[in-house]
């Protein structure tokens, strides 16, 4: 168990609306990663964080921000949420070293209806 | 063509039988390999991680990376109906991480 927690776990929204998911850890790990998982795609990375402040873009990051304030949260905001960002979002951290083993979270379910 | 190619099954084994799940890829920067296994619902766990060509094994689990070729593999032995899951490959390099679609493996008692 890495200490990664991710909130809420499952949301359903409204074409439009600006929606934020959360990302928890608990190890003081300076990077931090969030996916979208969706079948036939696997999982594909959308910003990530290597610092407070921090962040670059992803495979997929068009339509989705992200900030990271502390070095234990980092935020995904859908702008405006569209029904094709309905999926599955997962945190994950890196361990410190030149290793790129990454643990995941429990997953944030979405839908936009 | 995408970047990591993965089957995505689904692979059904009885219980005790020898799996095998394999990985393709096309870029050669990628020097660390990983494999993770995916309970329905839940986040991606991860299995094993080696960064040489070769064997890596951890009690049932071996995995295998033939750089020369851009095949990696994971072989399980005596596979158990608690095996059941999606396997993902994973590869890492240059700062950059990517992900094969996912096999998902049954294990029939």
């Known amino acids: 168990d890495a200490g990664i927690t991710q909130s809420p776990r499952h949301k359903v929204t409204e074409t439009g609306t600006p929606v934020t998911l959360r990302c928890h850890q608990t190890?003081?790990?300076?990077?931090m990663y969030w996916y979208r998982q969706d079948p036939g795609h696997g999982l594909r990375l959308i910003h990530y964080s290597y610092g407070v402040k921090d962040t670059d873009k992803g495979e997929v990051s068009d339509g989705y921000s992200v900030s990271r304030s502390k070095t234990e949260d980092f935020l995904l905001t859908l702008e405006s949420a569209t029904s094709s960002q309905t999926s599955v979002y997962f945190c994950?951290?890196?361990?410190?070293?030149?290793?790129?083993?990454?643990?995941f979270g429990p997953g944030t379910r979405l839908t936009v209806t | 063509q995408k970047e990591v190619e993965q089957d995505p099954g689904p692979l059904s084994v009885p219980e005790g039988a020898i799996v095998s799940l394999n990985c393709t890829y096309s870029?050669?920067?990628?020097?660390?390999f990983m494999w993770y296994r995916q309970y329905s619902r839940k986040g991606p766990e991860l299995l094993m991680y080696?960064?040489?060509?070769g064997n890596k094994e951890d009690g049932r689990f071996t995995a295998q990376v033939d750089k020369s070729s851009k095949y990696i593999s994971l072989f399980i032995r005596d596979s158990q109906p608690s095996d059941s899951a999606t396997y993902l490959c994973a590869l890492g390099g240059n700062n950059d991480m990517r992900f094969g679609a996912g096999t998902r493996l049954t294990v029939k008692p």
């Open positions: 190890e003081n790990h300076r990077y």
């Open positions: 870029n050669s920067a990628f020097q660390y």
């Open positions: 080696t960064y040489s060509s």
């Open positions: 994950a951290i890196r361990t410190s070293g030149p290793s790129y083993e990454q643990y």
